[in-house]
C-alpha cells in the first residue's frame, strides 16, 4: 500500500498563493504519475495537474500558467504551488499516485482550498 498526505490548504484572498504538498510513503516503489484533482461542493473531481516519473507536465486549461507542479523524488513529495488563486479554485484538492498498471491508484485525504473574493 501507498500512504499519500497532503498539506498546505487554507484560506487565502483572490489572486494570493498557497503551495500544496503532497507526501507519499509505503510500497512506493514504480510510483509514475502523481496527480493533483480538485473537487468543488456539487461538482465532479478534476485533474488539475499530473507530473510523471520523467517530469512530465499537465495542466488543466483552468489553471494554465497560474499552477505549477513539481516532485521532489528524494523526499517522495509532490508539490502543487498556485498562483493568482481564484474563488473558482475553491475546492478539496487530492493527491493521487499511481503505478504504470494501475487505473486508480492512491488516494489521500484531501486539503481544503477556499479563495475569498
Known amino acids: 500500500q501507498v500512504q499519500l498526505v497532503e498539506s498546505g490548504g487554507g484560506l487565502v484572498q483572490a489572486g494570493g498563493s498557497l503551495r500544496l504538498s503532497c507526501a507519499a510513503s509505503?510500497?512506493?516503489?514504480?510510483?509514475?504519475?502523481m496527480d493533483w484533482y480538485r473537487q468543488a461542493p456539487g461538482k465532479q473531481r478534476e485533474l488539475v495537474a499530473s507530473?510523471?516519473?520523467?517530469?512530465?507536465?499537465n495542466y488543466a486549461d483552468s489553471v494554465k500558467g497560474r499552477f505549477t507542479i513539481s516532485r521532489d523524488n528524494a523526499k517522495n513529495t509532490v508539490y502543487l504551488q498556485m498562483n493568482s488563486l481564484k474563488p473558482e479554485d475553491t475546492a478539496v484538492y487530492y493527491c493521487?499516485?499511481?503505478?504504470?498498471?494501475?487505473?486508480?491508484?492512491?488516494w489521500g485525504q484531501g486539503t481544503q482550498v477556499t479563495v475569498s473574493s
Open positions: 493521487n499516485a499511481k503505478k504504470p498498471w494501475q487505473v486508480g491508484g492512491y
Open positions: 509505503g510500497l512506493i516503489f514504480s510510483i509514475n504519475t
Open positions: 507530473i510523471t516519473s520523467s517530469n512530465s507536465e
